[in-house]
């Protein structure tokens, strides 16, 4: 079950990276978490893009049918040791994940292999979750959990997430909340049925 998640996972992420355009391509390129201009150039070919809203984006994959929204960070601030720290990593991304019958998923991929064993907190408000990691990525433990951080993070302004690296970084980015009850509005009515 586990590994047909992973898959299922790092089939999304890449999709979602041929896809990414506008709002999200320019907060990537701003952040410097795309790695360079071929990667921005993929980025601005998608073909499952259907809808931009703010800091947002949705996509829409029909076999399986998956919807889900998608936005990159608008800060990242790498330390280790209590320090700022100049480090390499990939892609950032949190998403939602819709498949029909189903509810959203919340999933959330740093850009590196998270310390094993660790988790990755996500503060929302002031209320504060916990989603547990395997390899890149990290996401709830429970359907109950996501429902709990959807409407969290509806509710919120921002989302900040933090987590540690296999060697040791410690991680905050922090992602708009601008548009995202719109993009989960359009990626459930998407995948209703």
Known sequence: MRQRRLEALENMTSRILRGIAGPVALALAVAGTMAGSATLARAQESTNRVAAKTDWSVFVEESPKECWGVSAPKETVNTRDGKPAQVSRG???????????????????????????????????????????DGEWAWSGSAEDDARIVAALKAGTSAILTARSARGTQTRDTFSLLGFTAAMDEAARRCAS
């Open 91 to 133: 892609d950032i991304l949190l998403f939602v994940t819709f498949r029909p019958g189903k509810a959203g998923e919340v999933s959330f991929t740093g850009g590196y292999p998270f310390a094993g064993g660790s988790t990755v907190e996500m503060d929302v408000g002031g209320t504060k979750y916990s989603l547990f990691t």
